[in-house]
């Protein structure tokens, strides 16, 4: 059964750094989201991108970052200037139809801000 | 209280029985969507459920929605061990583009005792 990746799984960077999260969208999929969770706390919403732009983002989605699609399979979020706050699990979604449709996360990547 | 928030907070059943998680919204949906998480893991989809659906089964589970008390519940019958894991309500708005994100619940964590 298809599935959303992600890489790296775990990634550890230094406060300022920038990161550069990567995910394969399941290949037949037309919108393409980013997720953060805070450990302990809910899973939020960052952005979603479709037609390759920004469809919708929110709050959280400063000017710190941003996403990309690169080429017919990967979809990027990059954060420019890490801050010890960024630090949480991100999880990528794909859907074939949208809002009216199942959205399928990836396993997510581990991003430690030290 | 928050969209998409789910109660109780924590339930600790013995295998076997039936366990009952709730979830509540507050804005016009187009569909409600339920995932388990394990611990420090992604997030797997369980089921869609429509506005305009009021049940849906899928194996041992059982979702239904009430969309007029802003309220979904989801029932797993004859629990497992492996059943336990954190169970999450994300809600699609009605109104939203076609590519909104979800908006989360902060969860349900069910333990399964052997």
């Known amino acids: 059964e298809p599935e959303v990746t992600q890489t790296p799984s775990h990634q550890v960077t230094q406060m300022g750094q920038e990161v550069i999260l990567r995910c394969v969208p399941i290949?037949?999929?037309?919108?393409f989201y980013w997720y953060r969770q805070i450990l302990g706390q809910k899973v939020e919403f960052l952005v979603s991108?479709?037609?390759?732009?920004?469809?919708?983002k929110s709050e959280i989605f400063d000017d710190q970052f941003s996403v990309e699609r690169p080429d017919g399979s990967n979809f990027t979020l990059k954060i420019r200037s890490t801050k010890l706050e960024d630090s949480a699990m991100y999880f990528c979604a794909s859907t074939r139809l949208g809002g009216t449709d199942t959205q399928y996360f990836g396993p997510g990547t581990r991003l430690t801000v030290l | 209280s928050q969209q998409g928030e789910e109660d109780p907070q924590a339930l600790s059943i013995q295998e076997g029985e039936n366990a009952t998680m709730n979830c509540s919204y507050k804005?016009?949906?187009?569909?409600l969507q339920w995932y388990r998480q394990n611990s420090g893991r992604g997030l797997v989809h369980l089921i869609l459920i429509r506005s305009n659906e009021r049940e849906k089964h899928s194996g041992r589970l059982r979702v239904t929605l009430d969309t007029s008390k802003k309220s979904s519940s989801l029932l797993i019958t004859a629990s497992r061990a492996a059943d336990t894991a954190s169970y999450f309500c994300?809600?699609?708005?009605?109104?939203?583009?076609?590519?909104?994100?979800?908006?989360f619940g902060k969860g349900t964590h069910l333990i399964i005792q052997p």
């Open positions: 290949s037949n999929h037309l919108y």
């Open positions: 991108f479709y037609n390759n732009e920004i469809s919708e």
């Open positions: 994300a809600t699609a708005r009605l109104a939203g583009g076609g590519a909104d994100g979800l908006t």
């Open positions: 804005t016009s949906i187009n569909n």
